[in-house]
């Protein structure tokens, strides 16, 4: 079991390597939604560190693409708002 959480978490570091860190939220388009989930694919989950914060927002709407960019949109602006901050 151990093994695995590893691997997970080494994959989403890699996967963070190839993506963009967001400015902004992610705009309401295809381009949009497609970065948001490469995005939300290298971000850990908010409660279980195995997973990744993708499988958090699949498991909350697992059909509604514009709620799937909403709730990702939710955590940037917090991770934006937490990073400001301090400056």
Request: aromatic fraction near 14%.
């Amino acid at each position: 079991m151990q093994i695995n959480k590893t691997k997970n978490r080494l994959m989403r570091f890699l996967r963070s390597l190839f993506v963009k860190k967001p400015k902004d939220i992610f705009p309401y388009s295809v381009k949009g939604f497609r970065d948001a989930k490469r995005w939300a694919l290298s971000q850990p989950h908010p409660f279980a560190p195995e997973l990744c914060l993708w499988d958090y927002v699949r498991a909350m709407a697992y059909h509604e693409t514009e709620l799937q960019l909403h709730i990702i949109n939710q955590f940037v602006k917090g991770k934006l708002d937490d990073k400001h901050m301090f400056i």
